[in-house]
């Protein structure tokens, strides 16, 4: 069946500019993860979500990040005012229990 | 707080030898474990996943791992290494998700690049 799919794969932007990141989990999952993979800081959870509430929220980095989750499906990041330091790649996640499936990932580069 | 410990950056083997990918964990719970495999330019696998029933625990591609409360350690072995195995591999731990809305969040550590020489 299908996985968790994201887009874009590549998104190039300047700094100041906003942009939004996309994940469709694979269907029936009711939990969706965020997490961003950059070379210094490794593998970071960012967001948790049950359904489309998010009890977890403790891992953005900054008030310039923030998500959400609609239909108990689709997710999206959301990052205002982009920082070089926000290049990286964002993945994402869902689970039925405990398994999580990841995506491809979104690389993002700050110019 | 939880946390794992990667104990090296890179192994280089030689094709055909046993591989040893050694971690080590921290929880104050009782924890969910887990190794998944990141190949150049593509997505986390998860290789396998402990929660609390054998302690050996076997996955795909003749990977297996051991879960050892006394040393808080959870190795990945292989009796054999091949060149496709050349890939980044993270040790990841979990707290179980209890209570419904505690997640249940990873927490990867820093990764180990497992190089296979022919």
Redesign the interface.
Known sequence: GAGVSQSPSNKVTEKGKDVELRCDPISGHT?L?W?RQSLGQ????LI?F?GNSA??KS?LPSDRFSAERTGGSVSTLTIQRTQQEDSAVY?C?S?L?????????TRLTVT | AQSVTQLDSHVSVSEGTPVLLRCNYSSSYSP?L?W?VQHPN?????LL?Y?SAATLVKGINGFEAEFKKSETSFHLTKPSAHMSDAAEY?CVV?E??VI????????????TELSVKP
């Open positions: 939990a993860y997490y490794g593998l970071e959870f948790y049950q009890p977890d891992g993945l996640a689970s229990v405990n398994e999580q499936y990841f995506g491809p990932g | 969910s887990f998944y593509k997505g986390l696998q998860l996943k929660t993270f979990s179980r998700a419904y809305n505690q997640g249940g969040k990873l927490i990867f550590g820093q990764g």
